[in-house]
């Protein structure tokens, strides 16, 4: 007996084989509206870097596990990797490109210039994006796995706050006490 | 990946014909951060895609009959920081905080966290064989690498474990699982909506191709107001289980009145510890009575060759944990670092 599970690998095989689809999505990214045709499987990451030249977002992994990738989707940080672009229609993507004031840099990027938090750099627009998301996050009151009281609806982010809620941005460099650093610096 | 096709539903009725005009190729997708990754390792390969996550399935209200209704489409994080679910219900809230990553918990949803399947390293690589992935080929994990594998309920044909932390708050809680099929709406008790390996490894819980989760309610219960989630794990943040443990306790006048206790990491379904509540309700709130109700129930544990070490930490982390409750100590979310 070797029965293929239902939309599991050796599954599929038995459909019958399917043109590529392509859907129409509009998205506004870095504050332009795109209006672009997407190859269903292609990830917002993908997207982002090779159809509109958006390369400060980096695949690392391309599984969700190293971060690097990590751009705003309406406000919100997430793993660009694992967002399918068709599904991403009628949203807004602010990515590192996107952080800026005209030439003015984000609190954060400055911080991270002023604290050498990095080294070979490939990490940081994510971590940037990251944590850009994290301090929205926390302004509203968001308890993370650390918070000692998780009723407490205004956590202070100290140390341990910021290693927690920054968990998900790897650094192989180990630039961590850096970054830990340049955040809590615009933390206050 | 393979070629699919994407449709974005806008309403259940929708979702589910949907998918029962394909349904042996369709699946539904939530924020995807578990299948999108298992399509591009190619283990789940749907020829239709059902994008579930517009539905009207967002909000987290009172229920009627007291008590919480949570939308199925709800965000991981979106449910941590519900002001109720802090106040009422904190061994879920402090679950989902320990799992995943701010980004992963920001697109993750809850009715996808239930769905999400095992992280076995067999399972996700398609060159090995699995009889979760593919019935019958066989499973490498019962004599290969199982170190973070189950102790409780496996069977000879699967070893996995249930990765979810969310799930294990829930199993404590007794939530119900809503439930949308093409013959109408049911609910489904957890324990009860995941399933044990058996022979049929494939299924990971009682519900039929299409079935559709709509919400998830937590009943009224005022012990929950005195809960804690515990993860140990291989670092201190960002990884999965080994052993985790969700537990309720009201004891008054060092007598246990009520608790309710649930592992993680353990086991192919988030684990009720049903034997270790019976042994401690109307006894004494003890360290002793503690770990004689977690022997009562790791009694049916079936470590592997590798896993051993799960029985004394789930042990001793129950034993921690109820104290705690007990004490009104070690207040964080976590538990802090293990």
Redesign the interface.
């Known amino acids: ?15 019958a ?5 392509r ?1 129409d999505v509009t998205v506004s990214v870095n504050g332009a509206v795109e209006r672009i045709k997407v190859d ?2 292609a ?1 917002l990451l993908d997207v982002l870097r090779e159809r509109l030249g958006l390369t400060g977002a980096k695949k690392g992994c ?3 596990q190293c ?1 690097a990738c ?1 751009v705003l989707l309406d406000g ?4 660009a990797c ?3 672009a ?2 991403v ?1 009628q949203a807004e993507v602010v990515t590192v490109e996107g952080l800026t004031d005209g030439t003015r840099l984000h609190p954060l990027q400055a911080a991270f210039i002023e604290r050498d938090a990095f080294q070979c750099g490939y990490c940081t627009p994510g971590q940037l994006c ?1 944590a850009v ?2 301090l929205a ?1 926390a302004a ?12 407490d ?1 205004a956590p202070v982010l100290d140390e341990a706050e910021i ?7 790897l650094c192989r460099c180990g630039a961590y006490p850096n970054i830990v650093a340049a955040i809590g610096e615009v933390a206050g | ?6 449709v ?1 539903a806008i309403d259940a009725d929708q979702a589910v014909a949907g998918y029962a005009r394909e349904p ?2 369709a ?1 539904y ?1 939530g924020g ?2 578990n299948l ?2 298992l ?2 390792l ?6 239709l ?1 059902i ?1 579930v ?1 517009r539905l009207p399935y967002d909000r987290v209200e009172e229920a009627p009959g007291g008590g919480l209704r949570i939308g199925a489409a709800v965000r991981n ?1 979106d449910l ?2 519900d ?1 109720a679910v ?2 009422d219900y ?1 061994v879920l ?2 679950a989902l ?2 799992g ?5 918990r ?2 993750a949803t809850v009715g996808g966290n239930l769905l999400q399947r095992t992280r076995c390293g067999y399972f996700q690589d ?1 060159t090995k064989p699995c009889n ?6 066989g499973c490498p994990a019962v004599e290969g690498d199982h170190r973070n594998l189950a102790i409780l309920g496996h069977s000879e044909h699967c070893v996995a474990t249930h990765p979810s932390d969310m799930a294990v708050a829930l199993t404590a809680l007794g939530a119900t699982v809503h439930v949308r099929g093409r013959a109408g709406e049911r609910i489904v008790p957890m324990p009860g909506l995941h399933r044990l390996p058996g022979d049929e490894p ?1 299924r990971d819980t009682v519900l039929d ?1 299409g079935d559709l989760i709509t919400a998830v309610e937590l009943p009224p219960l005022e012990l929950a107001a005195r809960s804690r989630y515990r993860k140990v794990r291989e670092r ?3 990884a999965f289980a080994l052993v985790s443990v969700a537990a309720a306790l009201d004891a008054e006048d060092g007598a246990v009145r009520d608790c309710r206790i649930a592992l993680g990491g353990v086991a192919h379904v988030p684990w009720r510890a049903e034997a270790a509540e019976e042994e401690l309700r109307g006894g004494p709130a003890t360290d002793d009575a503690f770990r004689a109700a977690a022997d009562a129930e790791l009694a049916a544990a079936r470590p592997l060759r590798d896993n051993g070490y799960k029985v004394p930490l789930a042990r001793e982390l129950i034993v921690r944990t109820l104290a705690e409750l007990r004490d009104g100590t070690g ?4 538990g ?1 670092t293990p």
């Open positions: 007996m070797d029965v293929p599970s239902k939309g599991t690998a050796g599954g599929a095989q038995r459909t084989a399917r043109p590529p689809a859907t269903n499987r990830s391309d599984h969700g971060g990590t919100r940080r997430v793993n694992l967002i399918l068709v599904t229609d990251s998301g994290m996050e509203k009151g968001r308890a993370s796995a650390v918070t000692a009281d998780l009723a609806d290693r927690e809620r920054m968990s998900g941005n | 990946m393979r070629p699919f096709t994407f974005r042996e190729w699946m997708l995807g951060t999108v990754d399509m591009r190619g283990v789940a390969e749907p020829g895609l994008d996550t994080s941590a920081a002001p802090r106040r904190p809230a402090a905080l320990a995943a990553s701010g980004q992963l920001n697109q398609v979760k992935r593919r019935s019958g080929s494939d191709p201190a943040s960002f207040a964080d979310a976590s802090g």
